[in-house]
């Protein structure tokens, strides 16, 4: 039979590894930026001097910490994701990619993505929900994208001359339909206006928390886990020449896992307001998924049973080996950190960065690594320009991860057993949270020199990859021959046989795998009343208070203060009456955060006067000798602006807020009452301050901003309310 001619599209392929190169660079600079900060917060002020109340915080702490997340994840692992399966795809079902146009769009719009994000997260626009920060607009770009993605994807598969769906394929398609599903659902949340980027959730507290980490911790599964691991099961094998494992144990590995990575996302909220049956669901579920997790680990670990002699001269199986082997780690941790006393200890602390990192530059960044080593010589149909370079990179890789983690989790063990402890008359033997603080910064010392190893160790990969490109040569449309007669009828042997001949079905029923556990988590806790008991006291936040949040938000404070007392004796000594569900349902967004760099802020109401809150943010080192927390000058300076205030409380109605007619009408009239009852404080406690703005007003004259009309006393008005409801 005469074999016909195609063509494989090798020019998306290299857009998107050039992209993953590049983002990875940035990512990995701004992770060491947010880093360095921990232990050198006065940065900024070397930078920008006296006119750091000008910067409008476009180096704050809490909007690059979202940078550097939303880089690794969207721009370094997305940008991998599609490189490895637009080469891949084709290869594996013997057809040219669906549309060259589709896989354009896809590729420039996922790019407008990435640089849209950063453009509106250092300006403070922002939603605040961990891996899901972009406001409304974005979030609808990105889902066109992600189904322009899927047509190209689903088009190319319906198309292709291979009857069988490869392992890959089956985690391509889990991903999509699991990541869009997320997607949509976490960010659903009404604009004040079509005008405005600014929105809010339309779930309030509890539900918002659940749905969040439904989301936040799914991010994890279905981006930086499954895809990667549909990539793991066809380059390993490709690059060690070896067939996979197991087809029997990649076939229980795949629908196990995606079944019951869906039903963990609650074990991000042990101990906190959640329903406790959603906890012990979200516990059940975590522990169960070591089963399939290790169950991948062994079929990748197990390709390579007869390559282990490659391992000298072929370094790309050394970041896969140690690439698979931290994904093991990491899928054996993240179950045992959701058991009650584990979680006890970890949760807030910097374990659970560690954690995180160990997955990140682990697994995720070693397969990239040894992926990008792959397929720059496949494409460019050459060697690799130096082997020794990759096994200098592979081995400052590895020292940089060990520098990176071992640091956190020793830090976060003394972190925890310091908040904890008790003198023997019952008093809280550390009292002042920055004790904690300043015990951990030798280890954010010695985690910031594990990143520059790590990064070095990029630089190097660079350079090789840049020369093995320039030694090579590469075709963008790659020539192959393939039997054009696709639909030759076989014999159904086995129900998975089958399915694997059916994408439709196939994704129909991934879906099906992903969605049960989600909903069955997610609507009795949205509309059972009970899972969130209302409490009489608790009132909405007043329109400056809700301002201060929207501040508080902009700055992405929640990145370092959580706002969840848990029913733990030293937390409730420390902050006060541990956090009930009903405190927070017209909270759009809820704020519990997920780390402790500072204290718990849900009592924070009445605690310090003022004129403290005040000084504090203008220089935190001034109220806090030794605070590692960044200065926040520019909210002196700004006047606040209210023009959205009265679009903001009626948006809150339509969310079910309970806001009158009248007290939106008189809005402006309650700001400034409140606003000036806050100043008069201020002066009263710090009477200096009085002369130094009476000083202002006479250089600045008609651009002088009356301190009442300023950034600072929206925030002030917000610190003060938190708790007060449930004091009172």
Request: hydrophobic share 45%; with cysteine; aromatic share 16%.
């Amino acid at each position: 039979m005469k074999l016909k001619t195609y063509y494989y599209n090798n020019s998306i392929v290299k857009a998107f590894l050039y992209a993953t190169i590049f983002w990875a660079f940035i990512g990995f600079l701004a992770g060491l930026f947010v880093a360095l900060l921990l232990f050198f917060p006065e940065i900024p002020e070397l930078i920008f001097g006296n006119n750091l109340k000008n910067s409008q915080g476009v180096m704050g702490f809490g909007r690059w910490r979202m940078l550097h997340t939303s880089t690794a994840v969207f721009a370094f692992v997305g940008n991998i994701i599609f490189t490895g399966y637009y080469y891949s795809l084709q290869r594996l079902l013997k057809t040219r990619i669906f549309s060259d146009i589709l896989s354009w769009i896809h590729f420039w719009g996922w790019q407008i993505f990435i640089i849209s994000t950063w453009i509106t997260f250092l300006l403070g626009i922002n939603t605040s929900k961990e891996y899901a920060e972009h406001e409304w607009p974005i979030d609808i770009g990105v889902f066109i994208i992600w189904i322009i993605y899927g047509i190209n994807m689903i088009g190319s598969i319906l198309k292709r001359k291979i009857k069988h769906l490869y392992v890959s394929v089956w985690f391509l398609l889990g991903t999509w339909v699991a990541v869009g599903m997320l997607h949509v659902f976490n960010n659903l949340e009404l604009p004040i206006s079509l005008l405005s980027f600014k929105s809010y959730s339309l779930y309030a507290g509890v539900q918002d928390a659940l749905m969040q980490w439904w989301y936040g911790h799914n991010a994890v599964a279905f981006i930086l886990t499954t895809p990667i691991l549909g990539l793991m099961y066809y380059f390993v094998p490709k690059a060690s020449n070896q067939p996979i494992f197991s087809y029997k144990l990649s076939i229980i590995h795949f629908w196990s896992l995606i079944f019951i990575y869906i039903w963990a996302g609650p074990h991000h909220l042990m101990y906190t307001s959640l329903p406790n049956w959603a906890q012990m669901l979200g516990t059940i579920f975590s522990i169960m998924l070591i089963a399939p997790s290790w169950g991948g680990m062994l079929n990748g670990l197990l390709t390579l049973r007869g390559a282990w002699d490659q391992m000298k001269t072929n370094p790309t199986l050394k970041f896969f080996v140690v690439g698979i082997t931290c994904y093991g780690m990491a899928t054996f941790e993240g179950p045992m950190l959701a058991t009650k006393t584990l979680n006890s200890i970890g949760h807030f602390t910097d374990w659970v960065i560690a954690h995180v990192h160990l997955g990140t530059l682990g697994w995720n960044g070693f397969m990239a690594f040894g992926i990008m080593y792959w397929l720059t010589q496949k494409i460019w149909n050459t060697k690799l320009y130096s082997i020794s370079l990759a096994n200098i990179h592979f081995w400052l890789g590895v020292l940089g991860i060990i520098l990176y983690i071992f640091p956190m989790y020793f830090g976060s063990i003394i972190q925890s057993i310091m908040w904890k402890k008790f003198n023997p008359d019952g008093t809280l033997a550390y009292k002042n949270f920055l004790d904690s603080v300043l015990s951990i910064i030798p280890f954010y010392k010695i985690r910031f020199v594990g990143g520059m190893i790590y990064f070095l160790g990029f630089v190097l990969m660079i350079y090789n990859i840049f020369k093995t490109i320039q030694q090579g040569y590469s075709l963008n449309n790659e020539e192959f021959k393939c039997d054009p007669h696709y639909g030759i009828k076989e014999e159904m042997e086995t129900f998975h046989g089958w399915l694997e001949k059916k994408p439709i079905q196939f994704t129909i029923l991934s879906f099906i795998a992903v969605a049960i556990g989600g909903f069955i988590e997610i609507i009795p806790t949205l509309v059972i009343k009970s899972n969130v008991p209302t409490i009489h006291n608790v009132k909405p936040y007043k329109a400056l208070e809700l301002e201060g949040r929207d501040l508080f938000v902009r700055e992405g404070c929640n990145a370092c203060h959580s706002a969840q007392v848990r029913p733990f004796r030293d937390e409730v000594v420390r902050y006060g009456e541990y956090s009930k569900a009903g405190e927070f349902v017209y909270d759009h967004p809820f704020l519990w955060g997920s780390k402790r760099t500072g204290p718990d802020l849900a009592r924070e109401g009445g605690k310090n006067p003022n004129s403290w809150h005040f000084n504090h943010m203008y220089n935190p080192r001034s109220t806090s000798p030794g605070s590692i927390m960044p200065r926040y000058p520019w909210l002196i300076y700004n006047k606040l602006d209210r023009s959205n205030t009265e679009k903001k409380m009626q948006a809150m109605v339509k969310l079910g807020v309970p806001y009158t007619l009248e007290y939106i009408k008189n809005v402006n009239q309650d700001m400034d009452r409140q606003a000036n009852n806050i100043v008069y404080d201020i002066y009263k406690e710090y009477p200096n301050l009085k002369k130094e703005i009476d000083k202002q007003k006479k250089i600045e004259k008609e651009k002088f901003i009356p301190l009442e009309k300023r950034e600072i006393i929206a925030l002030i008005a917000y610190l003060q309310r938190l708790g007060t409801d449930i004091k009172s």
